[in-house]
């Protein structure tokens, strides 16, 4: 397998999600293998204005064996500066250059990175994870989604897409997309835990994702915080990019919020809660996901809870219950009085979904 140079929608941190998984098994199957990792900018003026620390980027790190990470700084917005997009991808490319990178393959998560393709000429992988077209955001950002989008769809070597309602929407503008899901460690389910000392006395109806707008049902959330405040307590786990106010919210309603786990955590917080849970929002963007979460709740074999979210609500796990937002609280407490049977540790591991990347990356080399 030749280079890659991965333009990822997340940071390489602790909290894993499929860049990392698939990108770290790529590197344990292929001892020649080289990967540039590149994270989302850093926009400092926008941090300030959101009252949040700014980041300023970060140079070339070497973060394990063959691996190196980059983060970019955007200096100014793009109305004031049109050619900083130009400036971010000639610095790819000098880093590319330097770590000896000849004819890499360009990895795409961020529509909006697409012009590194036509200015490099690298062949190109685009892996679709979200539809970002249906998310909630400016119209201005919508319109460089779009244009990014139809430049991969149009010229890249490869698609591949996360879900088979993926597929499906893009199909129209490109044919032959490759369908590769997720998945999970399921190692990491096979192995005895003990209880985190941060989850509160049991009963614990634990949520692990992004809290985030386009996918959490905040108002659920409060909802059922709230009914069941006598007897369960609501827990959620992610990184957590919900703004002050709604953190206010929840923190009256009493939720907890616990904020990243540590990849190493995960199994532990989700085999040691009473019910796992899904309040997502049901739109046309979360319609469009193959959800992490999914394959990790089913191997730690707890009960479900989940509103009627893709990915969930066509699983055919007998510990799964799907219900809206009426029904929600009462469904927890039918999954705690009553738990249906199922296995743990089952599901599909990523080892899997590595082989299946490699064998589109190989036919594009």
Not at 56 to 77: C, E, H, I, S, Y
Not at 145 to 165: F, H, K, N, T, Y
Not at 167 to 183: E, F, M, Q, Y
Not at 292 to 310: C, D, F, H, M, W
């Amino acid at each position: 397998m030749t280079d890659l140079v991965v333009l990822s929608l997340e940071g390489w941190d602790s909290v894993w999600r499929r860049n990392q998984y698939l990108v770290a098994g790529l590197l344990d199957a292929d001892p020649e293998l080289r990967v540039l990792f590149v994270e989302p900018v850093d926009d400092p003026l926008h941090d300030v204005r959101s009252h949040r620390r700014p980041g300023f980027g970060q140079p070339v790190r070497r973060v394990a064996d063959r691996l190196w990470t980059m983060r970019p700084v955007k200096w100014l917005p793009r109305k004031w500066d049109d050619r900083g997009d130009e400036r971010r991808a000639e610095a790819i490319r000098r880093a590319a250059t330097t770590l000896g990178f000849t004819a890499p393959i360009l990895w795409v998560n961020d529509p909006t990175a697409a012009g590194m393709l036509t200015k490099t000429g690298w062949r190109t992988l685009y892996d679709i994870t979200d539809d970002w077209l249906s998310a909630s955001r400016p119209a201005a950002e919508l319109t460089r989604i779009a244009d990014g989008e139809r430049l991969l769809l149009e010229q890249a070597d490869a698609v591949v897409a996360c879900s088979p309602e993926l597929v499906r929407r893009k199909s129209s503008d490109r044919t032959g997309i490759h369908l590769i899901p997720n998945a999970v460690d399921l190692d990491a389910y096979r192995r005895p835990t003990e209880r985190p000392a941060d989850l509160p006395a049991a009963p614990v109806a634990l949520y692990l994702g992004t809290l985030h707008p386009d996918r959490i049902d905040v108002d659920l959330c409060i909802r059922v915080a709230q009914e069941l405040a006598d007897r369960v307590h609501l827990v959620l786990a992610g990184p957590d990019l919900l703004t002050p106010h709604d953190h206010a919210r929840l923190d009256a309603a009493g939720a907890q919020r616990l904020g990243p786990l540590d990849r190493s955590q995960v199994a532990a917080h989700l085999q040691h809660a009473d019910v796992l849970l899904v309040p997502h929002l049901v739109t046309a963007f979360t319609d469009s996901l193959d959800p992490i979460k999914l394959y990790e709740y089913q191997a730690a074999g707890r009960p479900v809870v989940s509103t009627a979210v893709a990915g969930f609500r066509d699983a055919s796990g007998a510990r799964i219950r799907i219900a809206d937002a009426e029904g929600f609280a009462d469904a927890v407490i039918g999954a705690l009085d009553e738990p249906l049977p199922g296995d743990a540790a089952d599901g599909t591991d990523w080892r899997v979904r590595v082989d299946q990347m490699r064998r589109v990356i190989e036919a594009i080399g």
